[in-house]
């Protein structure tokens, strides 16, 4: 009995979310369909413009400045410059180098220094009110360019029977960021470690070949028959002669850590599992139904707006004229008339 | 006195102007035109009544000044007599008439109803100079009662006037009719004429 109350209490409850809901739902289309009118009555009617009072208005003069995405690194420095200058200039020159001449006259600039040095940048931007210069010395510092690096690597064996593991040790120099292994030269990666080890499991000659890149470049280098693996009489072919020992790590879940984060059933409050899908699909269905009354009943009622504002409020043009005598005679002023397409008439005095 | 007719070479004149140059407000007006509205007013349309108007308000202020004008002259003030009765004058040659400028204008206003939703105007300067000959007046108790161009020629420039500036877009010096006041007319209705003296 209690439980029957509760599945109750839990019923009305859904219900008068639902009408809460499709209320709240409600309101936003009335919201929203007196913007979809308001926009339908104002492209129908353009804003009031008057040419002849336009006052005449001086633009602000500009104010020249500039950015840099990056300010100092070694040669060659590609560096992207971004005009931040105030008042909407119209031209920009740029001396880029601080030589004087002319580098650049796009506003956002890119400049490629390839030699060390200090360099000052000097942007001149013009526009209608005036010209404005703004200059950063010593803005961009570029220094000597980084060694490329040296490839170079040992084991610790390079002989043995099969199943032979090798241990590399890297020993390029010039702070290589990247290694690149290939222990069979078959072309293949390997291993991109920096100190891989790796199990050769057929017997044979094997070179090895690592390629390390750093800021400044790359370079490789082979090892011709490094490796010699002799044969081992329990030794089964393998399809794979080699096979880095140690493997690219991957993240895994167990089945087990993945629990659902909410209880379907955790309180008596909680609405009936068993009829919540059901009250979903109703409240679904209900939903999308007042949506698409909602819509068909602002379709129909913006279109009849529209359509009977062009019925209502049909444009027409009036000229109308006269002159100014600049006060040596009275103006004339010259009455109003609607212009209809294929006029000719002739007025007559 | 009104003249409220074209003079025929002015509207020859403002018709080739418009050709040549177009009217940007025309154009202005023709584009927001077709769009807000389902009329088949066309760019010609409109342009044909801005000459029209045009030409009209030139005539019309190239008459009105060339009267004040002469009633400044030397001629005209001896011509005045003490006469209660009418009397006509006629002015042989008059020096060059320099006009002060005038300034005609068209409005175009777009409108809904009674509401307009938009404007623009476009004005021109008008610089004249106009030669006179045999100009016939007829004047009673000293105040003009008629006025007869006998033979007007004027050299006329138009200029375009805008915000800040002004540009001349047509000139022209030529011989000009005004229909109702020339010799045929004149001659027709001399036969009623008063006094008539030089």
Redesign the interface.
């Known amino acids: 009995m209690i439980s029957d109350v509760e599945s109750m209490k839990a019923n009305l409850r859904g219900k008068g979310s639902f009408w809460i809901s499709a209320g709240f739902f409600l309101l936003i289309m009335a919201i929203l369909s007196s913007s979809l009118v308001v926009p339908c009555l104002s492209a129908?009617?353009?804003?009031?413009?008057?040419?002849?009072h336009?006052p005449?208005i001086t633009p602000p003069a500009p104010v020249a400045n500039f950015s840099a995405d990056i300010t100092t690194g070694s040669s060659p420095l590609t560096v992207h410059f971004s005009d931040a200058s105030l008042n909407t200039p119209t031209s920009w020159v740029w001396d880029l180098d601080g030589n004087g001449r002319i580098d650049s006259q796009v506003k956002d600039p890119v400049y490629t220094y390839r030699e060390p040095g200090v360099y000052s940048v000097t942007l001149t931007v013009n526009a209608g009110a005036g010209t404005d210069i703004e200059t950063k010395k010593g803005y961009i510092v570029v220094t000597r360019s980084a060694p490329g690096p040296v490839a170079g690597f040992t084991s610790d064996i390079t002989s043995g029977t099969a199943p032979l593991t090798v241990r590399f040790s890297d020993q390029s120099t010039n702070d290589p960021y990247s290694w690149e292994w290939d222990f069979d030269s078959d072309g293949r990666i390997d291993s991109r470690e920096q100190n891989p080890s790796a199990t050769y499991k057929s017997p044979g000659s094997y070179s090895v070949r690592l390629i390390v890149t750093n800021k400044a470049g790359a370079d490789e280098m082979t090892r011709g028959k490094f490796i010699t693996v002799q044969s081992s009489p329990e030794t089964p072919a393998q399809a794979s002669p080699v096979t880095p020992t140690k493997a690219t790590p991957v993240s895994t879940i167990p089945p087990t850590t993945i629990r659902p984060s909410h209880p379907l059933t955790t309180s008596p409050a909680v609405m009936d599992t068993g009829n919540e899908a059901p009250d979903f699909m109703l409240f679904l269905v209900l939903f999308i139904s007042a949506a698409l009354v909602a819509a068909a009943y602002l379709l129909i009622r913006s279109r009849s707006s529209c359509s009977s504002g062009?019925e209502?409020?049909?444009?027409?043009?009036?000229?109308?004229?006269?002159?100014?005598?600049?006060g040596?005679?009275p103006p004339?002023i010259?009455p109003?008339e609607i212009?209809?397409?294929?006029?000719?008439r002739?007025?007559?005095? | 006195m009104e003249w409220m007719e074209t003079s025929p070479e002015i509207a020859d004149e403002i018709d080739a102007m418009i050709r040549k140059h177009g009217i940007s407000a025309v154009r202005e007006t023709v584009t927001l035109f077709k769009k807000s509205s389902s009329s088949t007013l066309t760019e010609h349309d409109i342009e044909r009544e801005v000459a029209k108007r045009l030409s009209k308000y030139i005539t019309q202020g190239l008459v009105q000044l060339s009267i004040e004008r002469v009633r400044t002259t030397n001629e005209f003030q001896s011509s005045l007599r003490d006469s209660k009765a009418p009397y006509t004058v006629v002015l042989h040659t008059l020096l060059p008439l320099n006009l002060p400028e005038y300034t005609p204008r068209i409005t175009f206003a777009l409108k809904a109803g009674p509401t307009e939703i938009w404007r623009t105007e476009s004005s021109f300067a008008i610089r004249s100079l106009v030669n006179l000959k045999d100009t016939r007046i007829t004047l009673e108790e000293n105040k003009l009662k008629e006025f007869r161009f006998g033979s007007l020629s004027a050299a006329m420039s138009i200029y375009l006037k805008k915000e800040q500036m002004e540009g001349a877009i047509h000139s022209f010096n030529r011989d000009l009719t005004v229909p109702g006041m020339m010799a045929k007319e004149e001659k027709q209705q001399g036969e009623n004429s008063p006094n008539v003296s030089s």
Do not use: M
Request: proline share 7%; glycine share 12%; aromatic share 2%.
């Open positions: 129908t009617i353009p804003s009031p413009v008057s040419a002849r336009t005449a062009n209502t409020q049909e444009l027409h043009l009036e000229l109308s004229g006269g002159i100014d005598y600049g040596e005679l004339v010259d109003a212009l209809q397409p294929g006029d000719s002739e007025k007559k005095g």
